[in-house]
C-alpha cells in the first residue's frame, strides 16, 4: 500500500508561482512512475507531468511545457511540481499518483494510488 499527501496548493495571481509536494509512504518509492494530475470542476482528470523512479523518463502535457517543471527527491519520497508562469485555466484540484509497473504515461487508469488532492486556484 503506498500513501500520497500533496501540499502546497494555494491562491496565486496569473504569472505568479507555485511549487506543490507530494509525501509518499513506502520502501520502494524510487521504483515507481510518479505522476501530477489535475481536474478543473465539471471537467476530466487530465495529465499534468509524470517522471520516472530514476527521473530519466519525464513527461509533459503540451498545456503546461516550458512553464511546470516535475522533479523528485527519492531521499525524501517526495515528487515535486514547480508552476510558474501560471494562467486562470491552470486552476483545478492537483493530484499526484503513483504507478508501479511502467515508465510515465499520460493515462490516469496506469495509475495505481492517488492522494487526495490539492487546490490551485489562478486569479486573472
Known amino acids: 500500500q503506498v500513501q500520497l499527501v500533496e501540499s502546497g496548493g494555494g491562491l496565486v495571481q496569473a504569472g505568479g508561482s507555485l511549487k506543490l509536494s507530494c509525501a509518499a509512504s513506502g520502501r520502494t518509492f524510487t521504483s515507481y512512475t510518479m505522476g501530477w494530475f489535475r481536474q478543473a470542476p465539471g471537467k476530466e482528470r487530465d495529465f499534468v507531468a509524470a517522471?520516472?523512479?530514476?527521473?530519466?523518463?519525464?513527461r509533459y502535457a503540451d498545456s503546461v511545457q516550458g512553464r511546470f517543471t516535475i522533479s523528485r527527491d527519492n531521499a525524501k519520497n517526495t515528487v515535486y511540481l514547480q508552476m510558474d508562469s501560471l494562467k486562470p485555466e491552470d486552476t483545478a484540484v492537483y493530484y499526484c499518483?503513483?504507478?508501479?509497473?511502467?515508465?510515465?504515461?499520460?493515462?490516469?487508469?496506469?495509475?495505481?494510488?492517488w492522494g487526495q488532492g490539492t487546490q490551485v486556484i489562478v486569479s486573472s
Open positions: 499518483a503513483a504507478d508501479v509497473k511502467r515508465l510515465p504515461t499520460g493515462r490516469p487508469a496506469n495509475y495505481d494510488y
Open positions: 517522471i520516472s523512479g530514476n527521473s530519466v523518463y519525464i
